[in-house]
């Protein structure tokens, strides 16, 4: 068995090392080849040097999309990582055994406008931006003159995703069973607007009855079952909102300084354990709406109550004051809608 070189570590953990090597066409360039392990990554160094020797045509777009993938996926937010893992797999299975020299704007534009016509905007915004950066490395690493995804633009009038806010009923419902087990989960995201994370991640430290404010600082996330607390990834993702009078009154009387939602050793709730206590929840409660639409209905709240669309950015914690305008004009259709309906009527 040959002797594994011993490679560099880097700061993040992956062992690398950076090799000058020769590409199917002959031309030069520096190579990283990175790994958990200095085994990984000979492997890898040896597997390259068998599918250069049998690929003489050019760099196939699956080892250029590998290529990006080893470089970038140690530098993503794991919800960002999350959503690229399918768009990757996707692109492979589309261009993966053409070189990325024979790989047109127009095949991009096509492949794009297609899977556009079942997907949401976003999907297919994504799908286009993983496809763009692969093609941008092979550009940058000399495999192509010009990275012809640049041209390509997603089709306009693109369905977006919505995920409807709550009924009024379902607010109902939410508001006479907080004293359900695990009913202050979903009052609190009503009352406060939190993404599903940061209701998660709140302590006892964060709320401040005197001044009458919640800080929302932190967001717990998941790798499988585990619960990790990160930063929000933007600075408007850290901001105070209101300890509104009902929220108030149904918290404990002594709020503990640790997790308010947190499994017997204090630690944030495992996936497993927050999916079946928000299943026991909704059954026995009748609600049947996500926490994130839970969340829409704290907009739909702030619209209804003359609360500007600036202000609310700030309380939802959106970078783009878009993402708040999206929402409101969504709730101002449905009141439109609604009053329609009284006009017609009356008329």
């Not at 002797?3 to 031309?27: A, F, N, Q, S």
């Not at 690229?84 to 692109?91: D, F, G, M, Q, T």
Request: net charge positive; hydrophobic share 35%; aromatic share 8%.
């Amino acid at each position: 068995m040959p002797k594994i070189p011993k490679y560099y570590v880097r700061p993040d953990g992956l062992h690398e090392t950076i090799l000058r090597v020769t590409m199917p066409d002959g031309t030069k360039k520096r190579k990283a080849f990175r790994g958990k392990t200095d085994t990984e990554v000979y492997r890898k160094v040896r597997e390259f040097n068998v599918k250069t020797e049998e690929t003489p045509s050019g760099l196939l777009f699956e080892a250029a999309a590998d290529e990006w993938w080893e470089e970038i996926e140690p530098t993503l937010a794991h919800n960002t990582a999350k959503s690229y893992r399918p768009a990757l797999k996707r692109a492979k299975a589309q261009f993966g055994k053409m070189t990325v020299d024979s790989i047109t704007a127009q095949d991009i534009d096509t492949y794009i406008r297609d899977f556009s016509a079942t997907m949401a905007k976003k999907t297919a915004v994504t799908q286009l931006q993983v496809i763009r950066q692969i093609m941008r490395k092979a550009e940058l690493d000399g495999a192509i003159r010009y990275n012809p995804a640049g041209a390509v633009k997603p089709p306009k009038n693109l369905p977006q995703s919505r995920r409807e806010a709550p009924s009024k009923q379902q607010i109902k419902l939410i508001k006479n069973s907080v004293g359900l087990p695990f009913g202050l989960f979903a009052f609190l995201v009503y009352n406060t607007g939190c993404r599903r994370g940061e209701a998660l991640a709140l302590t006892g430290k964060d709320i401040d009855r005197k001044k009458k404010r919640i800080s929302i600082r932190h967001s717990v996330y998941y790798i499988g079952n585990s619960p990790y607390i990160k930063d929000p990834k933007t600075e408007s993702g850290k901001r105070e909102v209101p300890l509104l009078d009902a929220l108030d009154r149904v918290l404990p009387e002594k709020i503990p300084s640790g997790y308010l939602f947190a499994e017997p050793d204090g630690k944030p709730l495992t996936n497993d354990h927050f999916t079946a206590l928000y299943d026991e929840y909704r059954a026995a409660s009748g609600v049947t709406v996500t926490p994130h639409q839970i969340r829409h209905g704290y907009a739909t709240a702030l619209f209804e109550n003359g609360i500007d669309p600036k202000t609310a950015q700030v309380l939802l914690g959106h970078s783009q004051l878009s993402t708040t305008m999206d929402i409101y004009t969504h709730v101002c259709e449905d009141v439109i809608s609604a009053a329609a309906k009284k006009m017609n009527k009356g008329f």
